[in-house]
């Protein structure tokens, strides 16, 4: 059974450091996305990997993945507070170019940005 | 365009009745999916359409829950009999399918609460 992992699970930072989430999972796959989930709102896409090595950067947020570890990273450069969310990683259990269709999720990040 | 769709946005219920769940997915997209999110479980795969194929039914937690897709589009997944344990926000999906890079969008969600 896929288990995904996040760490930390709670993360409080402040305005204009660096920081990085961590996203582990148990079984081969090389698909792994990140969400954000703002307070009551649905999932945002942020990033989409699909290969080892992929590096994928938008704004402050950069996530990579390294499939041979099983480990995917969401690094945060010079926070600001408007990326206080909820970070979800979720893999594909996928091999090979084919899906399973069904994502496995981690248990979520709350960020919090403090100025 | 217009994006993934759900209603209601809101459904309190008393234990024991029955609920009908609505997901409209976007255009085009043939691969269509429910989730589960609530605080003691986090996000929860329920069941996956793809296309004309039998759908990937293995994450309902019980026989009470059942989903059809009709014409390939609009979706609805019934709980029957609800229970308290049942109360959580139910998270329709949808993507180009799993030959792609299968980025699922997410709807907004209904907030299902039994009493």
């Known amino acids: 059974e896929l288990k995904v992992e996040q760490n930390p699970l709670f993360l409080s930072m402040q305005e204009g450091k660096n920081y990085t989430i961590y996203c582990n999972y148990s079984?081969?796959?090389?698909?792994l996305y990140w969400y954000r989930q703002d307070p009551g709102k649905s999932l945002e896409s942020l990033f989409v990997l699909l290969s080892n090595g992929a590096v994928k950067q938008e704004g402050r947020l950069m996530a990579s993945l390294d499939t041979k570890a099983r480990l995917s990273t969401l690094h945060i450069t010079a926070a600001v507070h408007d990326l206080s969310a909820t970070y979800f990683c979720a893999v594909d259990q996928a091999s090979g170019g084919t899906s399973y269709g069904k994502l496995t999720f981690g248990q979520g990040t709350i960020l919090t940005v403090h100025p | 365009g217009a994006g993934v769709s759900q209603s209601p946005s809101n459904k309190v219920t008393e234990k024991g009745k029955d609920v009908e769940l609505r997901c409209d997915p976007i255009?085009?997209?043939?691969?269509l999916y429910w989730y589960r999110q609530s605080l003691g479980q986090g996000l929860e795969f329920l069941i996956y359409f793809q296309g004309n194929s039998a759908p990937d039914k293995s994450g309902l937690p019980s026989d009470r829950f059942s989903a059809e897709r009709t014409g390939g589009s609009v979706s609805t997944l019934t709980i029957q009999r609800t229970q308290q344990e049942d109360s959580a926000v139910y998270l329709c999906?949808?993507?180009?399918?799993?030959?792609?890079?299968?980025?699922?969008?997410f709807g907004p969600g209904t907030r299902l609460t039994v009493l």
């Open positions: 255009s085009g997209h043939t691969a």
């Open positions: 999906a949808s993507s180009l399918g799993p030959s792609s890079y299968n980025e699922q969008f």
């Open positions: 079984t081969t796959s090389d698909r």
